[in-house]
C-alpha cells in the first residue's frame, strides 16, 4: 500500500520495502511454511484491498473518521500529551 501512496516519503519507503517482503515470502516457502500458492493469495488479498481503499469511497469516509479519531487519540493520552511524552 506504501508503494501506491500519494505521499514522497511514503512511496519511497515502499518500494524499497517491496523487495524485502518478496524475500521474506521466497524464505517462507523455502522453509516449506508456506506454498507458493500461498504466498500469491496474500498478494492477491493485498492488492485488492490497496485497491479498495484508493477509493473515492474510502478517502471520504477517511475524512469524516480522522477527526473523531484524533479526538479520541487526545482524550485517552492527554496525561503522556501533557508530560511531554507523546506529539498532540
Given at each position: 500500500?506504501?508503494?501506491?501512496?500519494?505521499?514522497?516519503?511514503?512511496?519511497?519507503?515502499?518500494?524499497?520495502?517491496?523487495?524485502?517482503?518478496?524475500?521474506?515470502?521466497?524464505?517462507?516457502?523455502?522453509?516449506?511454511?508456506?506454498?507458493?500458492?500461498?504466498?500469491?493469495?496474500a498478494?492477491?488479498?493485498?492488492?485488492?484491498?490497496?485497491?479498495?481503499?484508493c477509493?473515492?469511497?474510502?478517502?471520504?469516509?477517511?475524512?469524516?473518521?480522522?477527526?473523531?479519531?484524533?479526538?479520541?487519540?487526545?482524550?485517552v493520552?492527554?496525561?503522556?500529551?501533557?508530560?511531554?511524552?507523546?506529539?498532540?
Amino acid at each position: 500500500m506504501l508503494a501506491f501512496s500519494r505521499a514522497p516519503l511514503a512511496r519511497t519507503l515502499g518500494l524499497v520495502l517491496l523487495p524485502l517482503s518478496l524475500l521474506v515470502a521466497w524464505s517462507r516457502v523455502y522453509l516449506g511454511v508456506h506454498r507458493p500458492k500461498d504466498m500469491a493469495g496474500a498478494l492477491m488479498v493485498a492488492l485488492g484491498f490497496a485497491l479498495l481503499a484508493c477509493t473515492p469511497l474510502a478517502r471520504a469516509a477517511s475524512g469524516r473518521i480522522l477527526p473523531a479519531l484524533e479526538g479520541l487519540y487526545r482524550r485517552v493520552l492527554a496525561l503522556p500529551i501533557g508530560r511531554g511524552w507523546l506529539r498532540p
